[in-house]
């Protein structure tokens, strides 16, 4: 099982792919898992399943979101699996931080209190370009195979800029091509002692080829070396930089202009003294990190949110001239290419209409295409899945794939709350079976060490390529909330005053009226005596009808009607209109 938390993305133009951190510790973003499980085919799901929660829960992250037949996939080229029970699964948006640090960080024996794992400063390591938590875990057999046992592997990857001001040292060019450095610039921390569980710390500083080559260039301008004396003493002291920290071992690689390890064990040093190391330049020197054979990139193309295209570009560089080189004799030179591409169910991919570009120019996929594996993908059910094994001739400069694909449509209880943000196909795998990337020493009893041992394994060139961020066809999320809001207005306005009509309370209004129509009738009464003494009529004849009832003591007034129906009428056309 190996299972990875990383955050940014690895530069293979500047940082290099040719080499055993490239290729074995580089990650896509986010959350990426894969298992082997030894168990029957039956049971596979149920064990991944199982996996993604415990382990959801052990590192603080969404990685069970996995457990969906949607999220994961069953693989057969890509990780050299053909039993069938392996499942690979990334999380591309998955967000790394602190909390799944830590949880990480106490599976070490002494965490992060003693020994080199006092160097994992927190901000130090989040203001990095480039950050990638692995772990590795598989059991081992031993050859009697009654006594196995589980061995754990943790892995953390970090790209970091030295900070020239914080480390006070310059050079002595203006051009500042490289800036110096030491550990305590960098990671803010010195290393106090070694962990008392461990049986071995070092720390290993690497001169990559490039380096290497310039360096000796650089003593042959100066005529201080010899031309051949190129041994690894003499690279203790040389022109081009100075450490603060002597080294007790310098392995070289068995091959000329190689790479160059300085080894420094931490248990020389006692708990009161501190190792920093630290890295002074003399002279400007400019190398490039060794690359992969190819370098992939992915892209999207087309315009809408109805269709598009996946194109993958692979490009030639140093490395493949170099293969050409010692593959020149006999048959024709031919580079193998490994692409596995994972897409999800709502991508709907046409696998019929796969087109390829050699050298800019259309090419039959038969006559390129080795092998080709091809999983449809099932509307939530399960993703799609595309595995490639091609051939290319060593000479070809560039070769672009394509293939088209159309965009479904989600049920609105499947779009996450960022929807209108896109949609992430999860990074292609790229990998070179015929390239390794290893390091090679002559001394034997390297392999005592887990480290050493660990950069001489041939582990193959592989790399990952962009997130893709797809667009879908998203609903107005605030339209229903303008809807719902509106229509409750009218409904509580229309509903407010029809209740206010039922509920009104008529028969108080009544006696209201009743006692200001009795105070005027005792007036209208003895203006009626006053005149009918005048007149010489009697008080009974002349005494006036009591008036008829005003209209607005009845129960339903025309006016109130009115009012009813024209509040009913805007609410009909309100809805009418708003559907």
Same mark, same amino acid.
């Given at each position: 099982m190996e299972l990875s938390f990383t955050q940014g993305r690895w530069n293979y133009e500047r940082w290099g792919g040719f080499d055993p951190i490239s290729s074995s510790n580089a990650k896509p973003p986010g959350v990426e898992l894969w298992a082997i499980f030894d168990v029957p085919p039956l049971q596979v799901d149920a064990s991944w399943k199982n996996l993604t929660h415990a382990l959801s829960g052990l590192f603080c992250a969404s990685i069970n979101f996995l457990e969906s037949s949607t999220s994961y996939s069953a693989p057969k080229w890509a990780f050299q699996s053909d039993l069938g029970s392996l499942r690979y699964g990334t999380l591309p948006r998955e967000a790394v931080c602190t909390e799944n640090l830590t949880p990480w960080l106490k599976l070490l024996p002494? +965490?992060?209190?003693?020994?080199?794992?006092? =160097?994992?400063? !927190?901000? @130090? /390591?989040? +203001?990095?370009?480039?950050?990638?938590?692995? =772990?590795?875990? !598989?059991? @081992? /057999?031993?050859?009697?195979r009654l006594n196995s046992r589980i061995i754990l592997e943790q892995t953390l990857t970090v790209v970091l800029q030295p900070d020239t001001q914080r480390a006070g040292m310059n050079y002595v060019s203006e051009s500042k091509l490289q800036p110096s450095w030491s550990l305590s610039s960098i990671f803010g921390r010195k290393i106090n002692g070694r962990c008392v569980l461990a049986k071995s710390s070092n720390v290993y500083l690497q001169l990559e080829r490039g380096l290497v080559t310039e360096l000796e260039n650089l003593q042959k301008d100066a005529a201080i070396f010899a031309a051949n004396d190129t041994g690894s003493e003499d690279f203790r002291r040389n022109i081009g930089f100075e450490l603060s920290v002597n080294p007790s071992k310098v392995h070289k690689e068995v091959e000329r202009s190689s790479s160059i390890l300085y080894e420094y064990p931490i248990k020389e040093y006692k708990d009161s003294e501190q190792f920093d190391l630290g890295l002074t330049w003399k002279h400007p020197l400019v190398w490039s990190s060794p690359h992969a054979p190819l370098y992939a990139s992915r892209f999207l193309t087309g315009s809408g949110n109805e269709r598009g295209a996946i194109a993958i570009s692979l490009k030639s560089t140093e490395s493949t001239q170099g293969f050409v080189a010692a593959n020149n004799v006999g048959e024709r030179c031919k580079l193998q290419v490994n692409i596995l591409q994972m897409v999800p169910w709502y991508i709907k991919v046409y696998y019929h209409t796969l087109q390829l570009?050699?050298?800019?120019?259309?090419?039959?996929?038969?006559?390129?295409?080795?092998?080709?594996?091809?999983s449809p993908s099932e509307d939530k059910v399960s993703p799609g899945l595309m595995e490639l094994i091609l051939k290319f001739p060593c000479e070809a400069k560039s070769a672009v794939l394509n293939i088209d694909f159309d965009k479904g449509f989600l049920?609105?209880?499947?779009?996450?709350?960022?929807?209108?943000?896109g949609f992430d196909i999860p990074s292609a795998i790229i990998s070179f079976p015929e390239f390794h990337a290893g390091l090679q020493f002559s001394d034997n009893s390297l392999r005592k060490s887990p480290m050493l041992s660990k950069f001489q394994e041939k582990n193959h060139v592989l790399s990952y390529t962009e997130v893709l961020l797809v667009p879908l066809t998203t609903p107005d999320f605030s339209m229903p909330y303008n809807v719902i809001t509106i229509t409750c207005t009218v409904f509580a306005l229309y509903f407010g005053s029809l209740l206010n009509v039922l509920r009104r309370r008529v028969g108080e209004e009544e006696r209201l009226l009743k006692k200001k129509d009795a105070k005027k009738g005792v007036l209208l009464q003895v203006l009626a005596k006053l005149s009918a003494k005048f007149r010489g009529r009697s008080s009974e004849s002349a005494q006036p009808q009591s008036p008829p009832p005003p209209p607005s003591s009845s129960f339903v007034s025309p006016k109130l009607v009115f009012k009813v129906l024209l509040v009913a009428g805007v609410a009909v056309t309100w809805q009418y209109y708003s559907q």
């Open positions: 002494c +965490r992060d209190k003693a020994g080199i794992s006092t =160097l994992m400063d !927190r901000p @130090s /390591i989040y +203001r990095s370009f480039y950050h990638s938590q692995r =772990l590795h875990l !598989r059991s @081992s /057999i031993a050859e009697d570009f050699v050298d800019e120019k259309p090419q039959a996929v038969t006559d390129f295409v080795e092998r080709m594996r091809v049920h609105i209880d499947e779009y996450p709350p960022d929807a209108n943000q």
